[in-house]
DNA sequence: ATAGGGTTAAAC
DNA sequence: GTTTAACCCTAT
């Protein structure tokens, strides 16, 4: 039996494989019977991705099919957003989130980031994807990003859907095979003139290839002087194209048996002056003896077509072929065989380029709540960027922002319940934007968007004001007022204020200081709505010296410890630069981590830790020389929007401006720096502290510090034992004092006490919760 | 691109 | 049944 030649299977798997009604079974056993071309069609290679991309559609491998098939021109629309979502349930579905976050994700080889950026594919980019990556490496050793992006992504059969939506977009446009192609032109418009050109040779495949009626039209219409004007009547280019189906149906029947030489060669003839795009009858007609090699099988029509009655197909002058069933188990609908055939796809109802059918327009994402989390950075966000600059807070805190457009913020609105029927204090009818909600049964009002903060702080405060002034103090406040949701909250949770608290009373050079004392002891103090007041003894201290009085005080608690017992203790210093956590693990018991934001220059916890790193510049202030008026005797430094850390009567800290992400360390700042933080730093202080402005400044410095994540509980500290988070491999025990922030002088002497008695009595459980949470693997 | 008005429908 | 995030449309 003569060979299927390469060319000639080639056509037949464009056109079989691009059929997407013909089963995956029936392909296998194709692709078996029929090599596979060194050049595939586009349309072959489209198909053959699609179909695999259905047969595995959410997996490792189904990403790389994705980001194939997006190499292809023009990939459907859908390719985007099916890409992100395998890339993100990959991730979000991991045991291990972080090692596959950073492999899918990370800059600068992940493996989905190279993939959607600048030297990727663009149709796999778009602004939301980019912003889900960048999420995902935000997520990075952040456990609430993980809880949410998990939330978001990780539902398969939700990757799945997206993926089906690609398929049907990509079946939608995959467009004619190069055989339907072909019986376009030779059945199509302009038909007649190919005809007429054609020899004879060609002619006689032309009769076979469009069928008896066809052939019969066109032929009259040759002969017809006029008719090469007229263009071909619809109705007999659909019954070609009907015409053309039925063959191809027998053709399809080649699964087991190649199909016969004839037909491959004429096929592979007719193939090959198409695919090279030259004009069919130019080539033919060039090329005779070419013709000549299909002369065998084909028979000798006339150009009145074939002697028989029916109508002519492409079984009828191969007696070798055989048909064969395509459907294993015949389905309910297997009665109406016809449809469930391989049939060839019209091309007027399939344009090779049409816009993807459906676009995901009418799925609403799924609502979520925004948490205190979000609030808080929103909040944040405000301040930093300014309100409306929405799309600057999201891109700025992708790990927090997770699934949220820079239209939600401004959408999102919040209501506030006044129970009061008359308003409170005027207060709330005085807010402008307000709108009365439809459903709602009492006044209610509703603000968004940008004038939020401002609008809720001045309510809060008319109706503390009405309240004072009709001396109604016997009511509750909270009969008249309840913030039912909203930014307008304590900045700190009771429990976190609890912490504070004792923070404050476990630090010795601390100490916090009521409104009505603030007043007296600070000259011309704008009272705050909240703030407190400490006095700091150990900023503002030399480094070295620091060290020296730490090491003094070690050998004073030595020599107190060795007179009071009879046993000798002894207290080292050491001072040795340690490359990583194993130099240390054979000398001690315990090791206590206290590295600040420098912990992350560890190895063993590098992108590990949840610290998000945040340059600060501290500007130094002085009173004139001639100014008499000095500072209070006691120097009780300030903590508002922007702290005042007074050393004496004359010099005063002003901190701290926040740079996110920042990865100078340089502590000298430059003029340019100051400037900006002079800025950023003046006006805050001047809220609480007007005189501000007869202090001389002279001078900034800088530092980066590590903030741990915002919780329910606020912003705490990162306190606990390393050893399950660092996989235990030696006798010590590590433990980690981070993340203090901006807020070490609140916590050190609570957090240094909690640590040292969890270190000697081995208890992890000593500290509480609040700050050891962080560590904890989350299911 | 954001603001501002309003509606829809999911979540509670 | 209410509440509220998401969505829609239009003006600037």
Redesign the pocket.
């Known amino acids: 039996m003569p060979r299927m030649t390469p060319a000639g299977a080639r056509l037949i798997l464009d056109h079989v494989l691009g059929d997407h009604s013909v089963p995956a079974a029936a392909v296998d056993k194709l692709l078996a019977a029929l090599p596979f071309p060194s050049d595939p069609t586009p349309r072959l290679r489209r198909a053959v991705l699609l179909r695999r991309l259905a047969a595995d559609p959410v997996s490792e491998s189904s990403l790389d099919t994705l980001q194939l098939l997006a190499s292809l021109p023009a990939p459907a629309s859908p390719i985007a957003a099916a890409h992100i979502a395998v890339a993100a349930f990959i991730a979000a579905s991991a045991s291990d989130f972080d090692a596959a976050a950073r492999a899918l994700f990370a800059r600068p080889d992940g493996r989905a980031r190279l993939a959607v950026d600048e030297g990727g594919s663009p149709a796999l980019a778009s602004d939301e994807v980019i912003a889900t990556v960048d999420q995902f490496e935000a997520a990075v050793g952040n456990s609430f990003s993980q809880t949410v992006l998990r939330g978001l992504w990780g539902d398969r059969s939700a990757t799945e859907e997206r993926v089906r939506e690609l398929l049907a977009a990509e079946w939608a446009a995959i467009g004619p095979s190069l055989l339907v192609a072909a019986a376009e032109r030779i059945v199509g418009d302009g038909a007649v003139e190919k005809w007429r050109a054609a020899d004879e040779s060609t002619r006689a495949k032309f009769c076979i290839l469009a069928g008896e009626e066809n052939t019969r039209e066109v032929l009259g219409k040759l002969e017809e002087p006029t008719s090469s004007t007229n263009p071909i009547s619809t109705p007999a280019v659909e019954k070609a194209i009907d015409a053309l189906k039925t063959s191809c149906a027998d053709l399809h029947s080649v699964v087991e048996d190649p199909l016969p030489a004839a037909k491959a060669v004429a096929d592979e003839v007719l193939a090959a002056r198409l695919e090279k795009g030259v004009s069919l009858n130019a080539e033919v007609r060039g090329q005779p003896t070419t013709c000549g090699t299909a002369g065998p099988s084909a028979p000798n029509y006339k150009d009145k077509g074939p002697s028989t009655g029916k109508p002519h197909n492409l079984m009828d002058w191969n007696p070798t072929a055989r048909t064969f069933q395509w459907e294993e188990s015949p389905g309910p609908e297997s009665s109406e065989s016809s449809l469930r055939r391989p049939h060839l796809p019209s091309p007027r109802r399939a344009p090779v380029s049409p816009l993807p059918p459906l676009e995901n327009?009418?799925?609403?994402?799924?609502?979520?709540?925004?948490c205190l989390l979000e609030e808080e950075t929103l909040r944040q966000g405000v301040e930093q960027y300014g309100?409306?600059?929405?799309?600057?807070i999201l891109n700025n805190n992708p790990d927090v922002f997770i699934?949220?457009?820079?239209?939600?913020p401004?959408?999102?609105?919040?209501?506030v319940?006044i129970y009061d029927e008359n308003g409170v204090g005027g207060g709330a009818s005085g807010v402008s934007?307000g709108?009365l909600?439809?459903?709602?049964?009492k006044v209610?009002l509703l603000w968004r968007?940008?004038?939020f903060w401002k609008e809720s702080m001045d309510l809060l405060r008319s109706a503390e004001q009405a309240n004072r002034t009709t001396g109604s103090d016997t009511t509750n406040e909270d009969d008249n007022l309840i913030w039912?949701?909203g930014i307008v909250r304590p900045p700190t949770t009771e429990k976190a204020a609890d912490i504070l608290l004792e923070s404050c009373l476990e630090s010795c050079s601390l100490q916090l200081l009521d409104s009505d004392a603030a007043q007296r002891l600070i000259p011309g103090l704008c009272t705050p709505f909240d703030f407190a007041v400490y006095m700091p003894l150990a900023l503002n201290i030399n480094p070295k010296k620091y060290l020296q009085a730490l090491f003094s005080a070690c050998q004073n608690l030595a020599d107190e410890a060795s007179s009071l017992q009879s046993e000798q203790k002894e207290f080292k210093l050491y001072k040795q630069h340690v490359d990583n956590l194993h130099h240390l693990s054979g000398n001690y018991d315990s090791v206590i981590i206290c590295l600040g934001a420098k912990a992350r220059s560890l190895p063993e916890l590098a992108n590990k830790l949840p610290l998000r790193t945040c340059r600060g510049v501290i500007a130094e202030f002085q009173l004139p020389s001639n100014t008499v008026e000095e500072y209070g005797s006691q120097s009780p430094s300030i903590l508002s929007d922007a702290w005042l850390a007074f050393q004496g009567p004359r010099t005063v800290s002003i901190g701290s401006t926040w740079q996110w992400k920042s990865e100078n360390d340089s502590s000298t700042v430059s003029d340019e720096e100051s400037l900006t933080a002079m800025e950023e730093l003046l006006p805050k202080a001047s809220g609480v502290y007007p005189r501000i402005n007869k202090w001389d400044f002279v001078g900034a410095r800088a530092g980066i510090r590590a903030m741990p994540p915002l919780t329910a509980n606020g912003s705490l500290p990162l306190l606990g034992c390393l050893d399950d988070f660092l996989g235990k491999k030696s006798n010590c025990t590590f433990w980690l004092v981070g993340g203090l922030g901006a807020r070490g002088l609140l916590y050190h002497g609570l957090v240094g006490k909690l640590t040292a008695k969890a270190v000697i009595s081995c208890d992890e459980n000593i500290i509480p919760p609040e700050f050891t949470c962080w560590n904890t693997i989350k299911p």
Request: glycine share 10%; aromatic share 8%; net charge positive.
């Open positions: 327009k009418n799925r609403r994402r799924r609502a979520r709540k925004w309100s409306g600059n929405w799309k600057d699934g949220r457009t820079p239209h939600s401004k959408d999102s609105r919040v209501s319940d934007g709108l909600h439809p459903y709602s049964p209610k968007g940008a004038e039912r949701r």
